[in-house]
């Protein structure tokens, strides 16, 4: 796939997009916060529940951990080397990752099929959606009108509360906070399980 890299202005115009900025490390973590936030209210507007994980991430309930872990073994395999040596600071933990990575190998396609099919056997996710469905029609709502009820009845209140415990955690290690910053840790540790989006966090700010 080819990708411009180009997107309009506030005068509609199209301009070379500067992506300099996106190598920061607070900005990266902002727009990661807002990119986990938008596909968890996704998530749940489409009639799904939730729980946070920590860290801004989510999961869909009802999906069996085991399951999902099934497609985390790079995952698993850096936790148990983790393990090993005793590590616990993140820098030394990425050396762990980048050295340990075996070159991927190809693999047949048939015998991939194979591998998927037997792991989709350890959890119906037909029966969830279809549970998910059933439920939204017990409560006599469409998805289309679960979205307005979603995005209607979420209380301001919350993004208030959100917004001043990200401030409390933060005033405890640093005097100073930006916008972007406060906005990052609301939506990573305090907006996730009560459905509060960015816009919600920003009209709260105003």
Same mark, same amino acid.
């Given at each position: 796939?080819?990708t411009l890299n180009m997107g309009?202005?506030?005068?509609?115009?199209?301009?070379?997009?500067?992506?300099?900025?996106?190598?920061?490390?607070?900005?990266?973590?902002?727009?990661?916060?807002?990119?986990?936030?938008?596909?968890?209210?996704?998530?749940?507007?489409?009639?799904?529940?939730?729980?946070?994980?920590?860290?801004?991430?989510?999961?869909?309930?009802?999906?069996?951990?085991?399951?999902?872990?099934?497609?985390?073994?790079?995952?698993?395999?850096?936790?148990?080397?983790?393990?090993?040596?005793?590590?616990?600071?993140?820098? &030394?933990? !990425?050396?762990?990752? /980048?050295?340990?990575?075996?070159?991927?190998?190809?693999? +047949? @396609?048939?015998?991939?099929?194979? #591998?998927?099919?037997?792991?989709?056997?350890?959890?119906?996710?037909?029966?969830?959606?279809?549970?998910?469905?059933?439920?939204?029609?017990?409560?006599?709502? &469409?998805? !289309?009108?679960?979205? /307005?009820?979603?995005?209607?009845d979420i209380p301001k209140k +919350? @993004?208030?509360?959100?917004?001043? #415990?990200?401030?409390?955690?933060?005033?405890?290690?640093?005097?100073?906070?930006?916008?972007?910053?406060?906005?990052?840790?609301?939506?990573?540790?305090?907006?996730?399980?009560?459905?509060?989006?960015?816009?919600?966090?920003?009209?709260?700010?105003?």
């Amino acid at each position: 796939a080819l990708t411009l890299n180009m997107g309009l202005d506030h005068d509609g115009k199209l301009r070379a997009i500067s992506i300099d900025e996106l190598f920061n490390e607070k900005l990266n973590t902002y727009f990661g916060s807002i990119y986990q936030a938008s596909c968890h209210k996704g998530v749940r507007e489409l009639g799904y529940q939730t729980h946070s994980i920590g860290n801004g991430m989510f999961e869909i309930s009802g999906i069996p951990k085991e399951f999902l872990d099934s497609f985390s073994t790079r995952a698993a395999e850096i936790k148990a080397l983790k393990k090993e040596f005793g590590v616990k600071d993140a820098s &030394t933990v !990425d050396q762990i990752a /980048k050295y340990s990575r075996v070159e991927k190998r190809q693999h +047949n @396609a048939s015998l991939l099929q194979d #591998l998927w099919a037997d792991r989709s056997k350890a959890f119906d996710g037909a029966a969830l959606l279809k549970k998910t469905l059933k439920q939204c029609d017990q409560n006599n709502i &469409t998805q !289309d009108e679960n979205i /307005k009820n979603h995005l209607r009845d979420i209380p301001k209140k +919350n @993004a208030l509360e959100a917004i001043n #415990l990200a401030v409390g955690h933060l005033s405890n290690y640093q005097t100073k906070m930006d916008y972007n910053q406060l906005l990052s840790k609301s939506l990573k540790d305090f907006a996730i399980d009560q459905n509060i989006s960015l816009i919600d966090l920003k009209k709260a700010l105003e």
